[in-house]
């Protein structure tokens, strides 16, 4: 079976400071991967997303993700945080016609 | 830019009401979905579509029905809702074959 796992389910960082919220995911196929943000009270907006090609994905808002196929990670970076970041990020997979949602990763942002 | 909407931002129904959450996109995708989201148990697809009046249960269908008569709107109903149902239910609309999930803002129902 697919999954996707966020090894963290609250990260808080003070504004300024890099953050990293990780993920890992479980596939024998071929694999696509997502990074969503969801604000509070709104719906999920894609961040970023891996198809083929170079393993460093750029997504808006400074964020960027290293696929890692020997660790099976796609983790999620940011060098300089600010406080409008605080937010929900979701990690997904797409196999088989089919997308699976990590659990989620409460980011906040302490001035 | 796509567009997924849905018919209320926040619901207050009370226990044993049928309700119904409507969601409409305006991409001309074929691939419909409805999701619930709960603290800590991150999404969780209750039924989706591939197409018009096709409909397919996803991990968590129980207490729900959904109808998709057009392309544009897919509908979820609960018969009876319960206090269980409370939640965010997310709709989402994505193309046939590798594309971008698209998810509207939210419906934030409480069943008292």
């Known amino acids: 079976a697919q999954s996707v796992t966020q090894l963290d389910s609250q990260v808080p960082v003070f504004e300024e400071a890099p953050v990293e919220l990780r993920c890992n995911y479980s596939?024998?196929?071929?694999?696509?991967l997502f990074w969503y943000v969801q604000y509070p009270n709104q719906g999920l907006q894609l961040l970023l997303k891996y198809l083929s090609g170079s393993t460093l994905v750029k997504g808006i808002n400074g964020f960027e993700a290293e696929f890692n196929k020997s660790q099976t990670s796609f983790h999620l970076r940011k060098p300089s945080v600010h406080i409008s970041d605080t937010a929900e990020y979701f990690c997904?997979?797409?196999?088989?016609?089919?997308?699976?949602f990590g659990t989620g990763t409460s980011l906040t942002v302490i001035p | 830019d796509v567009k997924v909407t849905q018919s209320s931002r926040y619901l207050v129904k009370r226990t044993g009401e049928k309700v119904f959450l409507e969601c409409v996109q305006d991409m001309d995708h074929e691939n419909m979905f409805w999701y619930r989201q709960d603290p800590g148990l991150g999404l969780r697809l209750i039924y989706f579509?591939?197409?018009?009046?096709?409909?397919e249960k996803g991990d968590i269908p129980e207490g729900y029905s959904v109808s998709r008569e057009k392309k544009e709107r897919f509908s979820l109903i609960l018969e009876s809702a319960s206090t269980n149902q409370t939640s965010m239910y997310l709709c989402?609309?994505?193309?046939?074959?590798?594309?971008?999930?698209?998810f509207g803002p939210g419906t934030r129902l409480t069943v008292l």
């Open positions: 579509s591939y197409d018009v009046k096709m409909k």
């Open positions: 596939s024998s196929v071929s694999v696509y």
């Open positions: 989402a609309s994505r193309p046939s074959g590798l594309g971008t999930q698209y």
């Open positions: 997904a997979s797409f196999t088989g016609n089919q997308f699976y």
